[in-house]
């Protein structure tokens, strides 16, 4: 007796303080990803996790089937897990359990089963942000999209406590604080949440009614570069990524490139006038018939425009006009002059998983590639590239960088057009509405909107393109007299109809007529019907 109470005395209470006395962690509370007006968009909310020490727990048939139904797992793989880590004192069973379910555990009251706090992320807008905004793992930590790219700043860095636990590990006290969990900072996004809905909702409906394959949409602000939205189609849930097919989780407006078709001839056009040999008033024979022959090839017009000018080229989308004034110079000319509108390198921005594009070296362009480069094949483009570029005509010339974080100051936007160039386009992309115009579907009324539609085969990869098979797009920008939006919508793999100006545009218009109503932008054209 005397040798337990004297001797080992200070033994068993070390030994009954390594039991009860626990260093454990505390989770760092991750940062908030909100909207450009404080809207949330991802928060975390506290969660249990549920974990037994293979030694403590009594691994019974019964003590296994009940702490299994209650957490909606198989008792055969809870069984062989524990058998499988019979020599270790922690194993999680199931992370980031709702509270419902960590009661109903709590209430079995077995010896063993413990329970750690954490945070689970949450995302209010669904599938409407998934692509844009990424997801975290189950230690939440980010791992696509903004989660990802910001995902130092949104972290935190978690803490230590050493704590008191009672036989069920439920902690009875806080016996020192050895580091304080520091919560992560949050995000203001440049996204507006009433523009992300619009855009998203309109996206998925002309998605479903052309039964297309996917689909993409960008609001920008060409004169600060900030996104206001964007979405992809299809979509997920992040708050429930069970069973959703990998390909839905990319942010395709960033990361698919595609052949633009006729929305490049803006940039053709501009580079033929930039060269000072045409102006918007210049004609140009597109031929009586609609065919032109470049080597041993053969060029169409959708229809018979014979001598047009060149706002007529862009107008109706002249694939003869448009070949005609970009062979009327070298070949270097086009691809520096793409080059400068950002074509073929990153878009910039903080989006993970950017492409750069693609345009070949014009040392291996016979006059049909460069004829066919003129009106958007030959180039691999994504959407958000293309939306940069046409913001320098938007914006007098000067391109913004690319931002999806609420801008607190103006940007440096550098010059890459003169001013009379970008108003010449705008102007002339204002006559694509205009009656005779390929995009009259996108007009609003009250203002002044400039656009280019955009059709063109898929490619096939292998080469060769798909004989039924089309890309369908439309830029908008507006009020075209003072441009303060700017909307990129593709349709990939439309059915039923396929030119961008009956799938595309129409889409556009609501959602540029959805955000001026929103933003409460004034009319540029009252006299308009």
């Not at 004297?6 to 009954?16: A, I, M, P, Y």
């Not at 139904?69 to 980031?96: E, H, M």
Request: hydrophobic content about 35%.
């Amino acid at each position: 007796m005397f040798y337990l109470t004297v001797v080992e005395r200070d033994f068993l209470l070390n030994q009954s303080n390594l039991r009860t006395e626990r260093v454990v962690p505390t989770p760092a509370y991750r940062g908030m990803l909100l909207d450009r007006n404080g809207q949330r968009l991802a928060v975390s909310t506290p969660v249990d996790s549920v974990w037994v020490n293979p030694h403590v727990f009594d691994s019974t048939p019964d003590n296994i089937f009940q702490l299994s139904q209650v957490l909606q797992i198989s008792p055969t793989d809870f069984g062989k897990l524990l058998a499988k880590n019979a020599k270790k004192y922690f194993l999680y069973v199931k992370r980031d359990v709702p509270d419902n379910i960590a009661d109903q555990v709590k209430a079995l009251n077995l010896p063993g089963v413990y329970f750690q706090q954490s945070y689970q992320r949450y995302y209010p807008e669904a599938d409407a942000t998934s692509q844009l905004l990424g997801f975290t793992n189950v230690d939440n930590q980010g791992q696509d999209g903004l989660e990802l790219a910001f995902n130092s700043i949104l972290r935190g860095h978690p803490g230590k406590e050493k704590v008191l636990k009672d036989r069920l590990g439920q902690t009875v006290a806080v016996l020192n604080v050895l580091k304080t969990a520091e919560s992560g900072k949050n995000v203001t996004l440049s996204i507006d949440t009433r523009l992300q809905y619009l855009a998203y909702h309109t996206l998925i409906d002309t998605v479903n009614e052309y039964d297309a394959d996917s689909g993409s949409v960008i609001i920008m602000d060409p004169r600060n570069g900030e996104i206001l939205a964007m979405a992809n189609a299809p979509s997920y849930d992040p708050n429930h990524r069970t069973g959703s097919p990998d390909a839905s989780y990319r942010n395709r407006a960033v990361t698919d490139v595609y052949e633009p078709g006729s929305t490049m001839k803006t940039f053709s056009i501009a580079s033929a006038l930039s060269t000072g040999k045409f102006t918007p008033d210049s004609k140009i024979d597109t031929t009586s018939d609609g065919v032109y022959r470049v080597g041993h090839h053969t060029i169409r017009d959708d229809t018979k425009n014979g001598v047009i000018t060149v706002t007529k080229i862009l107008q109706v989308s002249s694939n003869i006009g448009a070949t005609k004034i970009t062979l009327a110079s070298p070949p270097e000319q086009l691809l520096n002059f793409l080059h400068t509108m950002g074509f073929a390198q990153k878009p910039g921005g903080e989006f993970p998983g950017q492409s750069a594009g693609f345009i070949p070296h014009y040392k291996h362009w016979s006059d049909f590639e460069l004829a066919t480069l003129s009106f958007g094949y030959g180039i691999d483009a994504t959407p958000l590239q293309l939306a940069r570029a046409y913001s320098a005509i938007a914006n007098g010339g000067h391109q913004c960088p690319i931002t999806v974080i609420k801008r607190t100051q103006a940007p440096v936007c550098p010059q890459i057009m003169s001013p009379q160039l970008a108003n010449q386009m705008l102007t002339m992309m204002q006559a694509v509405l205009a009656t005779g115009g390929t995009g009259t579907l996108a007009r609003i009324k009250g203002y002044h909107v400039a656009g280019k539609t955009g059709t063109s085969y898929i490619a096939k990869p292998g080469g060769g393109y798909y004989k039924d098979e089309y890309n369908s797009s439309f830029v908008g920008i507006a009020p075209a007299t003072n441009p303060q939006l700017e909307v990129l919508v593709l349709i990939r793999n439309p059915h039923h109809q396929h030119f961008g100006a009956i799938v595309a545009a129409p889409a556009v218009q609501k959602i540029l007529s959805g955000a001026l109503r929103i933003l409460n932008i004034p009319p540029d054209d009252l006299g308009s019907s």
